[in-house]
């Protein structure tokens, strides 16, 4: 351009600054500063919501989810299974109103408490989660399960087995030798002669076990685990053997549950009011999963939920109209989480996927933005944009709309710096076509950057920003841009255009193309700011007064001539026009 200014017959001066004015304005010299700072406070703050940030790309995809497939085992839940029921004498009793002075009560815990290998010594529990929770019932009810163990220790025991799902120990207690069992309600009823009615020993009928069956599809239906508690009076102490797991006296139930973590529920709604849709995706039983997803919000009724085997035989197509219907996914493979994944994802939607598995690497490396848990394996780690130092699901709403704020904000500065470049490359283009001369210089450009650009930019890209993303980033910030641009350029070039035709002198031309800039500057930092708020009408206001405080006071390092009369009529005539003109372009670029 320096080189075509020359042939044109320009001196070598004006040319010069006619190449250094293009630069300035066509450079974007802050805005890698700015994105840089927004981006680091925005993984500071990531940072204090226990959020680790490992690629930095990944924030226009967390800030862009409206999608969030979450496991449930300890991020939803408190991965530690607590009592909730016991069912004993024919009735249902909260844990919370377990009365150890009722005998039977208070026999279903100390056979729960010695039919049970786990421990807990300050605070460490070894052992089988469902086995803890029932000793750590006893230590709320104010019971040692070391001292139950110690005053009837186990003489012998069948250990459990999955495939007869039973485990039976025998003690000896209040004079006679006892063997008790503990399993799955369906297998210990098929083995129980008689049941314990209060103080007496009866017969069980067809209509206790019914009661019993429904008590449990009852529990299960509510998404608790359930336990039965059999026993049998020995004649004498022996080694126990498969063969002794017969004719047992049925004493109760007991219902446990994984509870949701207590700051789910608020997460979840807090999701599905910015516009994010939670999705439950576990190993667990359907009944299991439903029961926590109804507690917390994600589920309303059961025929949102389904079990993996219902998408097996789907296209891909058919999955991509059943998943909208679905908010809870149980019994699921690694491949049925990478289908579901890319199914909403072929609904245009932006999905953030959940794992601590080496299973999840897969569904992990498909989503758009991909969240480990630091608790979980190495490899889900590695696979993932984000870690998680607390498997806690309450952290991901604070962090998807710390994600939006840098991303909104990242937008609006960039379309901010893009006006000026659209606005200088097709100004130069403008000049060479008309044979006119550059009518800006640096210092004046570098004057209406600072106040529509530069410090606008910083200011608005630190506050809050919860807005939904729509579309892409960058047809965003081009369709944001190219309005303002083209009336920049059409603005100024007609009334360099007009002014040379009317014999205004190029200092005449000059102030009043930078006026006009600034004009138009101040416009389209209005239309990018809105809607207004208290911050942004500060900003705004400032901006205004330090513009003016410069063409006043400043206006010799600014180059900014004497407003004549010519020049004030032909920048008010060319003002007038410019906000119709900058409506009429947004209405076309919008379509």
Known sequence: LFAISVIRGESIVNAFLFAVALAVAAIPEALSSIVTIVLSF?????????????????VEGLGSVSIIC???????????????????????????????????????????MLCNDSTNHDGQEIGDPTETALINLGSLLGEDYAQVRDEHPRLSEVPFDSDRKLMSTEHFIDGRYVMVVKGAVDVLLERMSHIQDGDTLRKITEEDRVRIEVQNKHFSENGLRVLAF????????????????????????????????????????????????????????????????????ILENMSEACEGAVIEDMTDEELQEFVPNISVYARVSPEHKIRIVRAWQERGNIVAMTGDGVNDVLALKDADCSIAMASGSDAAAQASQLVLLESNFSCMPSVVLEGRRVVNN?????????VKNIFSFLLSLFSMAFMITYPLEPSQISMVAMF??????????????????????LTNVLLKALPAGLTDVLIVGFLTVFGQTFGMSNEEISTAATLLLAIVGLMILFKISKPMNVFRWIVWSAMVAGLLFCVIFLKNLFGIGVMTRKCCMTLIVFAVATEPLLRYISQIVAG
Do not use: W
């Not at 993984?43 to 930095?56: D, F, S, V």
């Not at 990242?410 to 710096?417: K, M, N, V, Y």
């Open 42 to 58: 925005g993984t500071q703050k990531m940072a204090k919501e226990h959020a680790i940030i490992r690629k930095l790309q990944a």
């Open 70 to 112: 979450s496991d449930k085992t300890g991020t939803l839940t408190q991965n530690k299974m607590t009592v909730e029921n016991y069912y004993v004498n024919g009735e249902s009793v909260c844990s919370e109103d377990i009365d150890l002075k009722d005998p039977a009560q208070r026999e279903l815990l100390m056979f729960s």
């Open 230 to 297: 059999a026993f049998k009076t020995m004649e004498q102490e022996q080694g126990l053997t498969l063969n002794d797991e017969n004719d047992l006296t049925f004493l109760g139930l007991i219902s446990m549950m994984d509870p949701p973590r207590v700051e789910s529920k608020d997460a979840v709604a807090e999701c599905i009011k910015a516009g994010i849709k939670p999705i439950m995706i576990t190993g667990d039983h359907k009944v299991t999963a439903a029961a926590i997803a109804k507690r917390i919000g």
């Open 410 to 418: 990242i937008e609006r500065s960039a379309s901010l710096f893009l």
């Open 452 to 473: 529509t650009i530069g410090i606008p930019a910083f200011l608005l890209a630190m506050e809050p920003n919860k807005k939904m993303i729509e579309g892409h980033f």
